[in-house]
């Protein structure tokens, strides 16, 4: 298809192109990467414009330009559709989104959309659903925010009684557990032996729970959590039992 510009005279009489650059109705697409639809339209309102009236292009030309700048529309319809469903699918997950001041985490309350574009809700504020980049599993999120203990091993010596300290964490947001059930092998010991420093995430267990364990003998301390998955931990913390066990207890062990 032949493009001319138009021409006129200049102060000398001569002829030349008139400076007429289509540059004053274009809009700036740069850094876009695509051709939208309206600088499709644009560019072919400009080749309706200044086509050669000597050459002019052919009915089937335009209808042919017009059947593509059709089909381009209808597809960025139906991409904006599908986003648009996707979105609703996000009610009720937990979702990471971008925003300008970093990424926000939360569940989505609701989707609406407004002018086309679908936005979530998230703790009462909306953000653009394109701007969602990460869909959270309910076993990521466990993992992430869940009860934790630290893995460590701890002694008892019968020489040098003292009470142990573990760091065990609760957890945090919906995944945090009220509070926990501790036990030496198979013995759960009694809520009266520990004692909880929920600041600092510390546990402490009274050296009273470890009065008759047996002497050069290690144990796995096992720890169940109230939280919504009732979530267990074991063998994470040992428990290594030294020294010389009083003869009080050495009956009672030999029965187990």
């Given amino acids: 298809m032949g493009l001319i510009a138009p021409v006129e005279k200049n102060e ?3 002829w030349q192109v008139k400076d007429t650059a289509i540059s004053t109705t274009k809009k700036d697409t740069k850094g ?47 991409n904006t559709t599908m986003t648009n469903a ?17 990424p926000v985490e939360g569940v989505v309350d609701y989707v609406n959309v407004s002018d086309g574009i679908a936005y979530v809700a998230i703790d009462g504020k909306t953000y653009e659903a394109s701007k969602v980049n990460t869909v959270l ?8 925010y869940g009860p934790k203990v630290v893995k460590q091993e701890i002694v008892y010596n019968y020489d040098d009684r003292e009470n142990a300290k573990i ?51 290690t144990y796995d301390i096992t720890f169940a959590f109230d939280d919504v998955y009732k979530t267990t931990v074991s063998e994470t913390v040992s428990l290594k039992v030294v020294g010389n066990q009083p003869s009080d207890t050495l009956e009672e062990n030999t029965e187990e």
């Avoid at 009720?92 to 925003?99: F, M, S």
């Fill in 12 to 14: 000398n009489g001569d």
């Fill in 137 to 144: 599993s309910g076993g990521y999120l466990q993992e992430k």
């Fill in 32 to 78: 876009t990467g695509t051709l939208g639809k309206e600088a499709f339209l644009q560019l072919l309102v400009a080749q309706m414009k200044y086509q050669d009236p000597l050459n002019p292009s052919s009915d089937t030309e335009w209808v042919s330009q017009m059947a593509q700048f059709s089909a381009l529309e209808q597809m960025q319809n139906l």
């Fill in 86 to 102: 996707q979105a609703f699918s996000l009610i009720g997950q937990t979702v990471e989104v971008n925003t300008d001041n970093g």
């Fill in 167 to 217: 760091k065990v964490s609760l957890g945090s947001k919906d995944y945090a557990a009220n509070g926990m059930y501790v036990a030496i092998g198979d013995n759960l010991i009694d809520s009266s032996n520990l004692s909880y420093d929920e600041t600092n995430g510390i546990l402490t267990i009274s050296k009273e729970a470890f009065y008759g364990l047996t002497s050069g003998k």
